[in-house]
T-cell receptor, first 114, second 111 residues
Framework: ETGVTQTPRHLVMGMTNKKSLKCEQH?????MYWYKQSAKKPLELMFV???????ENNSVPSRFSPECPNSSHLFLHLHTLQPEDSALYLC?????????????FGPGTRLLVL | QKEVEQNSGPLSVPEGAIASLNCTYS??????FFWYRQYSGKSPELIMS????GDKEDGRFTAQLNKASQYVSLLIRDSQPSDSATYLC???????????FGSGTQLTVLP
């Protein structure tokens, strides 16, 4: 596999469920990101990890919990979500957090919360 | 004021014409600017990056940056129906230098 992969690609869950999204990058990058994309709204940065350390948390509700066990893998653990959390969740990676680094996106997980 | 602003469109141009997409940003300290293309139901893919004032050309695409006016644009020459997508402007902004995205401009190239 090449690039940035995400699983699952689609997820339907109830508000009481617990699920996890997985992201893996095969680019040798050191920084990984979670974004949320809702209909008609800009991409929203949720979390940033650089060399496995969380460097940004943009006031994301605690029902979203990230985990970065190594520089290649990133998880987003979900629990007691709300219907308004339904969105496309995108993972991205870049070489590191330097200002000019390009971010490369995975295909996304489309989440529907019932 | 939004940090990164784009006209949402939709912008329609005939095949073969030049499509012009515009983006303004509020943080004067921004140094990195990116254009991504996003097809419906797909993830964003990088088209161009630009860091210095002036023009940068790559094939049919030209990015233009004017830091004094806080303005960045993307020109697509000889537009093709396959260019129909949403184009996202992204700028490194704020003290944390996060990548902030505009809401995107939807482009339709009519055959």
């Amino acid at each position: 596999e090449t690039g940035v992969t995400q699983t699952p690609r689609h997820l339907v869950m109830g508000m009481t469920n617990k699920k996890s999204l997985k992201c893996e990058q095969h680019l040798g990058h050191n920084a990984m990101y979670w974004y949320k994309q809702s209909a008609k709204k800009p991409l929203e940065l949720m979390f940033v990890y650089n060399f496995k350390e969380q460097t940004e948390n943009n006031s994301v509700p605690s029902r979203f919990s990230p985990e970065c066990p190594n520089s290649s893998h990133l998880f987003l653990h979900l629990h007691t979500l709300q219907p308004e959390d339904s969105a496309l969740y995108l993972c991205a990676s870049s070489q590191d957090r330097r200002i000019q680094e390009t971010q490369y996106f995975g295909p996304g997980t489309r989440l529907l919360v019932l | 004021q939004k940090e990164v602003e784009q006209n949402s469109g939709p912008l329609s141009v005939p095949e073969g014409a030049i499509a012009s997409l515009n983006c303004t940003y509020s943080d004067r300290g921004s140094q990195s600017f990116f254009w991504y293309r996003q097809y419906s139901g797909k993830s964003p893919e990088l088209i161009m990056s630009i860091y210095s004032n002036g023009d940068k050309e790559d094939g049919r695409f030209t990015a233009q940056l004017n830091k004094a006016s806080q303005y960045v644009s993307l020109l697509i020459r000889d537009s093709q129906p396959s260019d129909s997508a949403t184009y996202l402007c992204a700028v490194n902004t704020g003290s944390a230098r996060q990548l902030t995205f505009g809401s995107g401009t939807q482009l339709t190239v009519l055959p």
